[in-house]
């Protein structure tokens, strides 16, 4: 197929090639060279390619565009503004300052027309695996039996990737998963420039990527622009490449395109400095007074190649339209379906669905990992948006919704576990950092709500996606289970101290650790209802009581007094998880003593301390100094809630492979210590 391009459609791109060079030079810092050299590659993309409404970004029919490799987001940029998005030349002369709608990395929510944040190579292209999967379950909740490509929500997902990209292990794993699923609607470009910050990447990149890529089950094609006679940017190829692409239905696909980074600039070109650096004045005229523009003219877009441009818009506004009556035909013959999209559109959830959540009898024992499951069972019938899995620990973490069949193409289907096209149940493999990934790429794509597990001590496995789920403001929900050194003997290898209080250090995320079994039921509400921001599942192996006393108000508020709220305190004691069934036995033993200890469950730090200093109060009074924390991890942070007179009852050295109860007693989370530390701090107090 012919790109049809005409003298117009080559100034734009040259035009492009200018607007970045003279953006990066404005602000004196940047990646100029890949925006330079690809400017071609995703001109087609949003020109010819894609489908999508730049008067409308949201729009529900849109394909999806991810530059994996966020470092170049004048490539996106540029792009946004050529095609009439709310994206501005003065923007474009902002790149990289403050307030200004074109920051050094795409950021989701930040600039219309990017659907991701993308900075730590490789998570953009993970990510991308998830939009791709979410979209097929998306069509399966909402037009299973559409015929291959006849549905109103089949679309595509565009990938533009770097060497770093596929460099970064967090790719690897979630294109080999990408292999196993078939996703037939994800295509990458790989932009292989064979250039990073360091130069060549001969120096530390040398497989043969699509040797690797077709192990993994991808459809892969070249397309090179460099060949033995010269450089040429044979546009007509890489659209056929894309064409191939979108036939191949029952396989991802990966081009590769070989470019020159920052071609045709004059001397700096092919260089690693190109690649993440202002070109300087004099090259700067050079690659002008080469692409036949003014040297002396800064920002220069004539106003017939702006307009140009711009007619992708009324193309998009037409497709847009196309689309309208093909999903006004969808309403009126699917209504039931409809009404659920304008559910999932809204982000609501049905009437009474928290009617569903399973309550738990006091004193009964079950893991809050164990009533986490059940919760998801009892939860699958209410709302058919949620679905997830584990990294190979559905057993452990108990992530699997009982009776719900796999997100697996049928003929993958196993002795073990029934797979179909538009299952529910998420199968990871042992890859945390690419769940993660995944996990966020289907919370962008719109209309599902995804969890993912795996043990606590793995969160440091992937806690750039759970970073970057919180940089970016999206619901994604992790289950992290086997939550200190209460699992036992797996050994310190495999049972978290510091993690904890790390993940809590991550800005945006709420870190939820249960007390019991009721407490894990409303945790998940939480994290449902939670529309803002990430939230985390911290849950045991072990058992633990159902204690009485429980509050599913007072869990809404982060903290909450448990025990002992009608009198006056001496003592405060603060749990978190299985230790607040600890903090209960101490209050007892306290009261024999003659203390009056009041018990604080603190499932959620980051919502307590959203609320207003009043509660805050109530719960914690100023008055009272003496306080113990009660968590089976790393101390740090603890001091701020009990002050210089308190005490900390926690773990700060790693275990050992032992009974989990004998660790526990073993290093202090236990009643004697909590009793003999209370009145430690009552004495510091005095």
Request: aromatic share 8%.
């Amino acid at each position: 197929m012919k790109t049809g391009w005409t003298d117009l459609d080559n100034r734009a791109i040259d035009t492009l090639r200018v607007l970045a060079a003279d953006a990066v030079e404005k602000v004196g810092n940047g990646h100029p060279g890949t925006a330079i050299s690809l400017a071609p590659a995703a001109y087609l993309l949003y020109q010819n390619v894609m489908t999508h409404d730049p008067s409308d970004p949201s729009w529900l029919g849109r394909d999806r565009f991810v530059l994996s490799c966020g470092h170049s987001s004048l490539t996106l940029y540029l792009q946004l503004f050529a095609s009439g998005y709310p994206m501005s030349l003065d923007d474009l002369k902002q790149l990289r300052t403050e307030g200004s709608q074109t920051p050094g990395h795409p950021e989701y929510g930040h600039t219309p027309g990017v659907e991701i944040t993308t900075g730590p190579l490789g998570s953009g292209l993970a990510s991308a695996v998830g939009m791709a999967m979410a979209s097929r379950r998306e069509r399966g909740l909402l037009d299973p039996d559409a015929a291959p490509g006849e549905s109103v929500f089949d679309h595509y997902i565009y990938v533009v990737a770097s060497d770093g990209d596929l460099e970064e292990g967090v790719s690897s794993e979630a294109s080999s998963l990408a292999g196993v699923q078939e996703l037939g609607n994800l295509i990458v470009i790989w932009d292989d420039n064979k250039i990073s910050i360091e130069h060549e990447t001969d120096i530390a990149f040398g497989e043969d990527v699509l040797k690797r890529y077709e192990a993994y089950g991808w459809h892969t094609q070249r397309v090179d622009w460099v060949t033995p006679d010269g450089y040429t940017e044979d546009t007509d190829a890489l659209l056929d490449a894309l064409d191939n692409a979108k036939a191949e239905t029952g396989k991802p696909s990966i081009i590769a395109l070989s470019t020159i980074i920052g071609w045709p600039s004059p001397s700096k070109q092919n260089t690693g400095g190109v690649h993440g650096s202002a070109l300087g004045a004099d090259e700067v005229a050079g690659l002008k007074t080469v692409l036949g523009f003014d040297p002396e003219q800064d920002f220069a877009v004539e106003p017939k190649v702006l307009s140009h441009m711009h007619q992708v818009r009324e193309r998009g506004q037409a497709a847009h339209s196309e689309w309208n009556a093909r999903f006004s035909k969808w309403q009126a013959e699917e209504p039931e379906r409809a009404a659920l999209l304008d559910r999932l559109v809204a982000k609501e959830f049905p009437a009474n669905w928290t009617d569903a959540l399973p309550t738990f009898e006091v004193g009964t024992s079950i893991a809050t990992r164990a009533a986490s499951g059940d919760v998801l069972t009892a939860l699958a019938p209410v709302l058919p948006e949620l679905w997830g899995g584990s990294a190979d620990l559905a057993g452990s973490n108990n992530t699997t919704m009982k009776g719900e069949l796999s997100f697996l193409p049928p003929h993958r289907s196993v002795k073990s576990w029934e797979g179909t096209w538009y299952g529910r149940t998420l199968h990871f493999g042992i890859r945390e950092f690419g769940m993660g990934t995944i996990l966020n790429g289907i919370t962008l794509h719109g209309l599902t709500r995804a969890y993912g597990g795996t043990f606590l001590v793995f969160s440091d496995y992937m806690r750039g996606s759970v970073r970057l789920a919180a940089l970016m403001g999206i619901p994604t929900t992790f289950v992290w289970t086997h939550d200190s050194v209460g699992l036992g003997e797996d050994g310190p290898t495999h049972q978290p101290i510091e993690h904890v209080a790390t993940l809590r250090a991550i800005p945006g995320i709420d870190i939820v650790r249960p007390a019991d079994a009721n407490e894990t039921a409303w945790a998940w509400r939480h994290a449902l209802e939670t529309k803002d921001r990430p939230c985390g599942l911290i849950l045991t192996r072990q058992g633990v009581p159902v204690l009485e006393g429980t509050s599913a108000d007072g869990f809404a508020k982060g903290a909450y007094v448990l025990a002992g709220a009608d009198e006056d305190a001496d003592v405060l004691l603060v749990a978190t998880g299985s230790e607040v069934q600890v903090a209960v036995a101490a209050r007892e033993a306290l009261a024999k003593d003659g203390v009056t200890a009041r018990v604080v469950s603190m499932p959620c730090r980051e919502l307590f301390e959203r609320q207003d200093a009043a509660y805050r109060d109530s719960v914690l009074p100023p008055s009272v100094k003496a306080r113990v924390s009660i968590e089976a991890g790393s101390p740090l942070g603890w001091r701020e809630i009990v002050g210089d007179a308190g005490r900390i009852v926690g773990i700060d050295h790693f275990g050992e492979s032992a009974d989990g109860g004998l660790l526990l007693k073993k290093y202090g989370i236990t009643t004697e210590n909590v009793v003999t530390k209370a009145k430690e701090s009552l004495e510091a107090s005095a």
